[in-house]
């Protein structure tokens, strides 16, 4: 079993749209954890980083995480076709700068 | 958010040469930095992690001296592909550790074409 699990999409939905992307984890010592948008031949760029469980909203975007479930979810609201993207999820313990990288799920958003 | 210079964005080199990627961390100090490997539609594959005045550790399979790195300063680390061979062909990502808060920051990324 890998210690993050993420749909690899892809996953295709209509402009303006809610989109809902996941990970699970089976790592009871993570505690920072991180969303990235990664644009075809560019270098992943952070979009959310949350610490221990909760919500965090920033703009369109809203984190969560179930650290009693290990489920962590990245939600995009009024979705547009420039969302359209690999979105990774990446997580740690305290005490080490080691990420660990869900596979990443393709998003598409249709015009 | 902080920023991660990564240079060159794209090379292309004979077979048998070196190619030297830098990576800088342009307003914060990274004591950690990471370099990756990504083939196209895969996910990023950790090669190596670079620690400040310090050897690299390697991930298993990754050959150090194929790829070498130097983390000299708090703000660059390098990464040596030598004896470059086209199967050495690939995007490498490296990523800085931001110290005070932990957060993780990423390059753009090179991309290297062995011919």
């Known amino acids: 079993q890998k210690e993050v699990e993420q749909d690899p999409g892809p996953l295709s939905v209509p402009e303006g749209a809610i989109v809902s992307l996941n990970c699970t984890y089976s790592?009871?010592?993570?505690?920072?954890f991180m969303w990235y948008r990664q644009y075809s031949r560019k270098g992943p760029e952070l979009l959310m980083y949350?610490?221990?469980?909760g919500n965090k909203e920033d703009g369109r975007f809203t984190a969560q995480v179930d650290k009693s479930s290990k489920y962590i979810s990245l939600f995009i609201r009024d979705s547009q076709p420039s969302d359209s993207a690999t979105y990774l999820c990446?997580?740690?313990?305290?005490?080490?700068?080691?990420?660990?990288f869900g596979t990443g799920t393709r998003l598409k958003v249709l015009a | 958010g902080a920023v991660v210079s990564q240079h060159p964005s794209w090379v292309i080199c004979k077979s048998g040469t070196s190619v030297k990627i830098e990576c800088r961390s342009l307003?914060?100090?990274?004591?950690?930095m990471f370099w990756y490997r990504q083939f196209p539609k895969q996910s990023l594959m950790l090669m190596a992690t670079?620690?400040?005045?310090?050897?690299?550790?390697?991930e298993q399979g990754v050959e150090k001296d194929k790829f070498l790195i130097n983390h000299a300063s708090l703000t660059l680390s390098t990464l040596t592909v030598t004896s470059a061979h086209p199967e050495d062909s690939s995007f490498y990502i490296c990523?800085?550790?931001?110290?005070?808060?932990?957060?993780?920051?990423f390059g753009e990324g090179s991309r290297l074409t062995v011919l």
């Open positions: 990523s800085a550790t931001e110290t005070n808060t932990g957060e993780l920051f």
């Open positions: 790592n009871s010592a993570f505690q920072y």
């Open positions: 949350t610490y221990s469980s």
């Open positions: 990446a997580m740690s313990g305290r005490g080490t700068y080691k990420y660990i």
């Open positions: 307003d914060f100090q990274a004591t950690t």
């Open positions: 670079s620690n400040e005045g310090s050897k690299a550790t390697y």
